[in-house]
Protein backbone atom coordinates (compact mmCIF):
# COMPACT_ATOMS: atom_id res chain seq x y z
CA UNK A 1 0.00 0.00 0.00
CA UNK A 2 1.40 3.23 -1.19
CA UNK A 3 -1.32 5.92 0.10
CA UNK A 4 -2.91 6.05 3.16
CA UNK A 5 -6.17 8.62 4.01
CA UNK A 6 -6.18 10.55 7.22
CA UNK A 7 -8.71 12.21 8.84
CA UNK A 8 -7.76 15.42 8.03
CA UNK A 9 -4.52 17.81 8.56
CA UNK A 10 -3.30 19.95 11.49
CA UNK A 11 -6.70 21.06 11.63
CA UNK A 12 -10.26 19.37 11.04
CA UNK A 13 -10.70 21.97 8.28
CA UNK A 14 -7.56 20.96 6.60
CA UNK A 15 -8.70 18.37 4.31
CA UNK A 16 -8.46 16.44 2.35
CA UNK A 17 -5.02 14.36 4.07
CA UNK A 18 -3.24 11.86 3.38
CA UNK A 19 0.17 10.03 3.65
CA UNK A 20 1.48 8.77 0.06
CA UNK A 21 4.82 7.67 -1.25
CA UNK A 22 5.48 9.80 -4.57
CA UNK A 23 7.27 7.11 -6.30
CA UNK A 24 4.47 4.41 -6.36
CA UNK A 25 6.03 2.04 -3.81
CA UNK A 26 4.93 0.84 -0.50
CA UNK A 27 4.20 3.22 2.28
CA UNK A 28 7.47 1.69 5.41
CA UNK A 29 4.94 1.87 7.98
CA UNK A 30 1.39 -0.21 9.03
CA UNK A 31 -1.06 0.46 10.93
CA UNK A 32 -1.48 -2.11 13.67
CA UNK A 33 -4.03 -0.87 15.39
CA UNK A 34 -6.36 2.85 15.98
CA UNK A 35 -6.24 5.64 13.04
CA UNK A 36 -3.05 7.99 13.35
CA UNK A 37 -3.74 11.34 12.33
CA UNK A 38 -1.26 14.02 10.20
CA UNK A 39 0.42 14.96 13.29
CA UNK A 40 0.58 11.38 14.99
CA UNK A 41 2.47 10.76 11.86
CA UNK A 42 4.77 13.68 12.00
CA UNK A 43 5.66 12.44 15.60
CA UNK A 44 5.63 9.25 14.48
CA UNK A 45 7.90 9.55 11.53
CA UNK A 46 10.31 12.34 13.68
CA UNK A 47 10.70 10.04 16.73
CA UNK A 48 11.79 7.12 15.02
CA UNK A 49 14.29 8.72 13.16
CA UNK A 50 15.79 10.12 16.78
CA UNK A 51 15.67 6.33 18.22
CA UNK A 52 16.93 5.19 15.20
CA UNK A 53 19.91 7.37 15.45
CA UNK A 54 20.36 7.16 18.89
CA UNK A 55 20.70 3.46 19.35
CA UNK A 56 23.25 3.11 16.59
CA UNK A 57 25.08 5.89 17.85
CA UNK A 58 25.23 4.56 21.30
CA UNK A 59 24.69 0.78 21.16
CA UNK A 60 21.77 0.31 23.77
CA UNK A 61 18.42 0.51 23.04
CA UNK A 62 16.84 4.02 22.69
CA UNK A 63 13.03 5.59 23.13
CA UNK A 64 11.35 9.06 23.19
CA UNK A 65 8.51 11.25 23.85
CA UNK A 66 7.40 12.96 21.18
CA UNK A 67 4.66 16.18 21.35
CA UNK A 68 3.76 18.60 18.54
CA UNK A 69 6.80 17.42 16.25
CA UNK A 70 9.55 18.28 19.27
CA UNK A 71 10.78 15.46 21.81
CA UNK A 72 9.81 15.89 25.27
CA UNK A 73 12.22 13.68 26.37
CA UNK A 74 14.42 10.89 25.07
CA UNK A 75 16.81 8.19 27.18
CA UNK A 76 18.80 5.11 26.48
CA UNK A 77 17.91 1.99 28.25
CA UNK A 78 19.92 1.80 31.09
CA UNK A 79 18.52 0.49 34.28
CA UNK A 80 16.45 2.93 36.73
CA UNK A 81 17.63 3.38 40.12
CA UNK A 82 15.48 3.40 43.48
CA UNK A 83 14.82 6.77 43.06
CA UNK A 84 13.83 6.78 39.39
CA UNK A 85 11.50 3.92 39.82
CA UNK A 86 9.45 6.08 42.61
CA UNK A 87 9.23 9.59 40.21
CA UNK A 88 8.24 7.47 37.34
CA UNK A 89 6.01 5.14 38.93
CA UNK A 90 7.19 1.85 38.24
CA UNK A 91 7.89 0.94 42.19
CA UNK A 92 5.37 -1.83 42.09
CA UNK A 93 6.92 -3.61 38.71
CA UNK A 94 9.66 -6.51 39.06
CA UNK A 95 13.08 -5.07 36.62
CA UNK A 96 11.43 -3.38 33.29
CA UNK A 97 13.28 -4.88 30.01
CA UNK A 98 16.17 -1.80 28.76
CA UNK A 99 13.76 -0.35 26.06
CA UNK A 100 11.01 -0.21 28.89
CA UNK A 101 13.78 1.31 30.75
CA UNK A 102 14.30 3.64 27.90
CA UNK A 103 10.91 4.78 27.38
CA UNK A 104 9.80 4.90 31.23
CA UNK A 105 13.09 7.41 31.17
CA UNK A 106 12.18 9.37 28.31
CA UNK A 107 8.67 10.21 29.16
CA UNK A 108 10.16 11.08 32.94
CA UNK A 109 11.79 13.54 31.56
CA UNK A 110 8.82 16.19 31.56
CA UNK A 111 6.01 14.16 32.64
CA UNK A 112 4.10 17.21 31.72
CA UNK A 113 5.07 17.61 28.48
CA UNK A 114 4.44 13.96 27.92
CA UNK A 115 1.03 13.66 28.59
CA UNK A 116 -0.81 12.57 25.83
CA UNK A 117 2.26 11.64 23.70
CA UNK A 118 3.83 9.51 21.10
CA UNK A 119 5.98 6.76 21.62
CA UNK A 120 9.05 5.99 19.30
CA UNK A 121 11.41 2.33 20.43
CA UNK A 122 14.11 1.39 18.90
CA UNK A 123 14.25 -2.50 19.60
CA UNK A 124 10.53 -4.61 19.37
CA UNK A 125 7.89 -3.68 21.95
CA UNK A 126 7.97 -6.06 24.44
CA UNK A 127 5.18 -6.57 27.49
CA UNK A 128 6.80 -4.43 29.86
CA UNK A 129 7.06 -0.94 27.27
CA UNK A 130 2.66 -1.95 26.80
CA UNK A 131 2.06 -2.27 30.63
CA UNK A 132 3.71 0.83 31.59
CA UNK A 133 1.86 2.56 28.71
CA UNK A 134 -1.77 1.30 29.32
CA UNK A 135 -1.55 3.30 32.80
CA UNK A 136 -0.36 6.89 31.14
CA UNK A 137 -1.86 9.28 28.99
CA UNK A 138 -0.66 8.87 25.23
CA UNK A 139 -1.70 8.88 21.67
CA UNK A 140 0.36 6.17 19.91
CA UNK A 141 3.36 4.63 19.90
CA UNK A 142 6.13 2.88 16.56
CA UNK A 143 8.55 0.50 16.94
CA UNK A 144 10.05 -1.69 14.04
CA UNK A 145 8.38 -5.06 15.62
CA UNK A 146 5.36 -6.24 18.63
CA UNK A 147 5.21 -8.95 20.66
CA UNK A 148 2.13 -10.87 20.70
CA UNK A 149 1.54 -10.24 24.53
CA UNK A 150 2.48 -6.54 23.80
CA UNK A 151 0.05 -5.78 21.16
CA UNK A 152 -2.81 -7.88 22.98
CA UNK A 153 -2.45 -5.06 25.65
CA UNK A 154 -1.98 -1.94 23.04
CA UNK A 155 -4.97 -3.07 20.99
CA UNK A 156 -7.06 -2.84 24.40
CA UNK A 157 -6.23 0.70 25.57
CA UNK A 158 -8.64 3.56 24.87
CA UNK A 159 -11.34 0.76 23.84
CA UNK A 160 -9.23 -0.69 20.32
CA UNK A 161 -8.55 2.88 19.64
CA UNK A 162 -4.98 3.27 20.30
CA UNK A 163 -2.48 4.16 17.62
CA UNK A 164 0.23 1.29 17.32
CA UNK A 165 2.42 1.92 14.11
CA UNK A 166 5.24 -0.42 12.82
CA UNK A 167 7.54 0.96 10.86
CA UNK A 168 10.30 -1.31 8.57
CA UNK A 169 13.62 -0.69 10.18
CA UNK A 170 15.51 -1.63 6.18
CA UNK A 171 13.83 1.80 4.89
CA UNK A 172 15.89 4.57 3.76
CA UNK A 173 14.22 8.12 2.75
CA UNK A 174 15.00 9.67 -0.95
CA UNK A 175 18.45 11.67 -0.67
CA UNK A 176 16.01 14.85 -1.30
CA UNK A 177 13.45 15.87 0.42
CA UNK A 178 10.62 18.36 -0.58
CA UNK A 179 7.87 19.80 1.38
CA UNK A 180 5.32 22.69 -0.30
CA UNK A 181 4.83 25.57 1.62
CA UNK A 182 2.01 28.23 0.62
CA UNK A 183 2.01 26.58 -3.01
CA UNK A 184 5.74 26.63 -3.32
CA UNK A 185 7.67 23.59 -3.15
CA UNK A 186 10.96 23.50 -1.13
CA UNK A 187 13.29 21.45 -1.82
CA UNK A 188 16.72 20.04 0.42
CA UNK A 189 19.34 17.03 1.05
CA UNK A 190 18.23 14.70 3.36
CA UNK A 191 19.94 15.60 6.83
CA UNK A 192 21.92 11.99 7.41
CA UNK A 193 24.69 13.72 9.11
CA UNK A 194 25.98 11.44 11.49
CA UNK A 195 26.93 12.08 15.30
CA UNK A 196 29.31 10.03 17.11
CA UNK A 197 32.00 10.13 19.24
CA UNK A 198 34.09 11.60 15.97
CA UNK A 199 32.64 14.84 16.31
CA UNK A 200 33.40 15.30 19.96
CA UNK A 201 37.24 16.29 19.56
CA UNK A 202 37.41 19.73 19.67
CA UNK A 203 37.64 20.62 23.35
CA UNK A 204 38.23 24.28 23.58
CA UNK A 205 38.14 25.03 27.03
CA UNK A 206 40.93 24.72 30.05
CA UNK A 207 38.90 22.10 31.41
CA UNK A 208 39.56 19.32 28.64
CA UNK A 209 38.12 16.21 30.75
CA UNK A 210 35.10 14.93 29.54
CA UNK A 211 34.48 11.07 30.75
CA UNK A 212 32.86 8.73 29.30
CA UNK A 213 29.46 9.02 30.53
CA UNK A 214 29.40 12.53 29.41
CA UNK A 215 30.11 11.69 25.92
CA UNK A 216 27.38 9.58 26.17
CA UNK A 217 25.06 12.45 27.03
CA UNK A 218 26.40 14.66 24.28
CA UNK A 219 25.60 12.14 22.20
CA UNK A 220 22.05 11.79 23.39
CA UNK A 221 21.90 15.48 23.24
CA UNK A 222 22.67 16.39 20.17
CA UNK A 223 20.55 13.84 18.38
CA UNK A 224 17.47 14.75 20.37
CA UNK A 225 18.15 18.54 18.91
CA UNK A 226 18.54 17.01 15.38
CA UNK A 227 15.05 16.23 15.81
CA UNK A 228 13.83 18.93 17.92
CA UNK A 229 12.10 22.23 16.30
CA UNK A 230 14.76 24.93 16.79
CA UNK A 231 15.92 26.69 18.38
CA UNK A 232 16.24 24.56 20.78
CA UNK A 233 18.87 23.30 23.39
CA UNK A 234 18.60 19.43 25.52
CA UNK A 235 20.03 18.91 28.99
CA UNK A 236 20.67 15.44 29.56
CA UNK A 237 22.02 13.31 32.25
CA UNK A 238 23.01 9.35 32.56
CA UNK A 239 21.86 8.68 29.27
CA UNK A 240 18.36 10.76 29.44
CA UNK A 241 17.13 13.77 28.61
CA UNK A 242 16.17 15.86 31.63
CA UNK A 243 14.65 19.09 29.80
CA UNK A 244 14.40 20.13 26.04
CA UNK A 245 13.59 24.06 25.18
CA UNK A 246 12.14 23.71 21.75
CA UNK A 247 10.83 26.31 19.22
CA UNK A 248 11.82 29.93 21.07
CA UNK A 249 13.15 32.70 18.93
CA UNK A 250 15.85 33.54 21.67
CA UNK A 251 18.47 30.54 22.57
CA UNK A 252 18.57 32.22 26.02
CA UNK A 253 14.91 31.44 26.35
CA UNK A 254 15.78 28.23 25.34
CA UNK A 255 18.13 27.76 27.95
CA UNK A 256 16.15 29.19 30.80
CA UNK A 257 12.81 27.00 29.51
CA UNK A 258 15.15 23.82 29.13
CA UNK A 259 16.82 24.70 32.37
CA UNK A 260 13.33 25.03 34.64
CA UNK A 261 12.45 21.57 33.39
CA UNK A 262 15.58 19.91 34.31
CA UNK A 263 15.46 21.53 37.59
CA UNK A 264 12.15 20.42 38.09
CA UNK A 265 13.16 17.12 37.36
CA UNK A 266 15.96 17.03 40.14
CA UNK A 267 13.18 18.41 42.31
CA UNK A 268 10.74 15.54 41.70
CA UNK A 269 13.76 13.90 43.66
CA UNK A 270 13.46 15.77 46.76
CA UNK A 271 12.80 13.79 49.97
CA UNK A 272 10.23 16.01 50.73
CA UNK A 273 8.36 15.47 47.45
CA UNK A 274 9.45 11.55 47.58
CA UNK A 275 7.25 11.98 51.11
CA UNK A 276 4.14 13.19 49.49
CA UNK A 277 1.14 11.38 50.21
CA UNK A 278 -2.09 11.51 47.58
CA UNK A 279 -5.52 10.89 47.97
CA UNK A 280 -6.56 7.20 47.27
CA UNK A 281 -7.39 6.83 43.81
CA UNK A 282 -5.53 9.96 42.34
CA UNK A 283 -5.31 9.70 38.85
CA UNK A 284 -1.16 9.84 37.58
CA UNK A 285 -1.64 13.10 35.74
CA UNK A 286 -3.36 14.82 38.47
CA UNK A 287 -0.21 13.41 40.49
CA UNK A 288 2.32 14.91 37.92
CA UNK A 289 -0.15 18.34 38.29
CA UNK A 290 0.61 18.66 42.12
CA UNK A 291 4.14 17.48 42.25
CA UNK A 292 4.67 20.22 39.39
CA UNK A 293 2.94 22.93 41.52
CA UNK A 294 4.86 21.82 44.90
CA UNK A 295 7.91 22.46 43.77
CA UNK A 296 7.21 25.61 41.69
CA UNK A 297 7.07 29.44 42.44
CA UNK A 298 3.19 28.34 42.52
CA UNK A 299 3.53 26.15 46.01
CA UNK A 300 1.77 28.62 48.20
CA UNK A 301 -1.26 28.15 46.05
CA UNK A 302 -0.88 24.44 46.89
CA UNK A 303 -1.17 24.65 49.82
CA UNK A 304 -4.05 27.34 50.56
CA UNK A 305 -6.83 26.18 52.79
CA UNK A 306 -8.98 23.74 51.44
CA UNK A 307 -7.08 23.46 47.83
CA UNK A 308 -4.52 21.06 48.76
CA UNK A 309 -7.29 18.29 49.54
CA UNK A 310 -8.14 17.20 46.08
CA UNK A 311 -4.73 15.87 45.96
CA UNK A 312 -2.95 15.74 49.12
CA UNK A 313 -4.03 12.63 52.01
CA UNK A 314 -2.30 15.13 54.17
CA UNK A 315 -1.38 18.55 54.12
CA UNK A 316 2.26 18.55 52.82
CA UNK A 317 5.42 20.36 54.96
CA UNK A 318 6.30 23.64 53.12
CA UNK A 319 9.31 23.29 50.44
CA UNK A 320 10.35 26.52 50.87
CA UNK A 321 12.27 28.99 48.00
CA UNK A 322 15.76 28.06 50.52
CA UNK A 323 15.23 24.39 50.11
CA UNK A 324 14.76 24.43 46.52
CA UNK A 325 17.29 26.50 45.76
CA UNK A 326 20.00 24.66 47.50
CA UNK A 327 18.86 21.52 45.93
CA UNK A 328 19.18 23.02 42.60
CA UNK A 329 22.31 24.19 43.40
CA UNK A 330 23.82 20.55 44.37
CA UNK A 331 23.48 18.69 41.09
CA UNK A 332 26.12 18.59 38.77
CA UNK A 333 27.38 16.45 36.21
CA UNK A 334 24.55 17.75 33.72
CA UNK A 335 25.47 17.73 29.83
CA UNK A 336 23.94 20.97 27.75
CA UNK A 337 23.72 20.78 24.22
CA UNK A 338 22.88 23.50 21.54
CA UNK A 339 21.74 23.17 17.88
CA UNK A 340 23.67 26.41 17.11
CA UNK A 341 26.52 28.65 18.77
CA UNK A 342 25.59 30.54 21.59
CA UNK A 343 26.10 34.28 21.06
CA UNK A 344 26.89 35.25 24.58
CA UNK A 345 28.06 33.72 27.57
CA UNK A 346 24.45 34.19 29.36
CA UNK A 347 23.67 30.63 28.26
CA UNK A 348 26.64 29.13 30.28
CA UNK A 349 25.35 30.93 32.94
CA UNK A 350 21.95 29.44 32.84
CA UNK A 351 23.46 25.95 32.02
CA UNK A 352 25.68 26.25 35.42
CA UNK A 353 22.49 26.85 37.66
CA UNK A 354 20.90 23.74 36.53
CA UNK A 355 24.15 21.89 37.14
CA UNK A 356 25.97 21.55 34.09
CA UNK A 357 29.24 20.26 34.09
CA UNK A 358 30.05 19.52 30.54
CA UNK A 359 28.76 21.45 26.90
CA UNK A 360 28.47 20.59 23.30
CA UNK A 361 27.15 23.06 20.80
CA UNK A 362 28.87 24.22 16.91
CA UNK A 363 30.68 27.43 18.14
CA UNK A 364 31.42 30.18 15.36
CA UNK A 365 29.94 32.97 17.12
CA UNK A 366 31.83 36.06 16.93
CA UNK A 367 31.89 36.05 20.93
CA UNK A 368 32.98 32.63 21.27
CA UNK A 369 36.07 33.79 23.65
CA UNK A 370 33.30 34.60 25.68
CA UNK A 371 31.32 32.03 25.82
CA UNK A 372 34.80 30.16 26.40
CA UNK A 373 35.56 32.29 29.08
CA UNK A 374 32.69 32.01 30.89
CA UNK A 375 32.49 28.23 30.90
CA UNK A 376 36.13 28.34 32.36
CA UNK A 377 35.01 30.36 34.84
CA UNK A 378 33.04 27.09 36.13
CA UNK A 379 35.41 24.53 35.16
CA UNK A 380 32.81 23.33 32.26
CA UNK A 381 34.42 21.37 29.99
CA UNK A 382 33.10 22.72 26.64
CA UNK A 383 32.88 21.12 22.98
CA UNK A 384 32.92 22.63 19.49
CA UNK A 385 31.06 20.51 16.91
CA UNK A 386 31.19 22.78 14.10
CA UNK A 387 27.81 21.20 12.54
CA UNK A 388 24.73 23.43 13.41
CA UNK A 389 21.78 21.00 13.69
CA UNK A 390 18.29 22.96 12.85
CA UNK A 391 15.29 21.11 12.46
CA UNK A 392 12.12 22.40 10.48
Known amino acids: MNELELKYGCNPNQKPARIFMKDGSDLPVTVLCGKPGYINFLDALNSWQLVRELAKATGMPAAASFKHVSPAGAAVGRPLSGVERQIYFVEDEGEPSPI ?156 RLAGGKADTWYLRQHPKVLGLRFVEGIRRANRDNAIDVYVSDEHDDVLAEGEWQKWFAERPEVLTREERAAWIAAQTGVTLGSDAFFPFGDNVERAHKSGASYIVEPGGSIRDDNVIETADKYGI ?12
Open 100 to 255: ACAYIRARGADRMSSYGDWAALSEVCDADVARYLRREVSDGIIAPGYTEEALQILGAKKGGRYNVVQVDPSYQPAPTEVKDVFGISFEQGHNDFRIDRGLLGNVVTRNREVPETALVDMIVSLITLKYTQSNSVCYVKDGQAIGVGAGQQSRIHCT
Open 381 to 392: AMCFTGMRLFHH
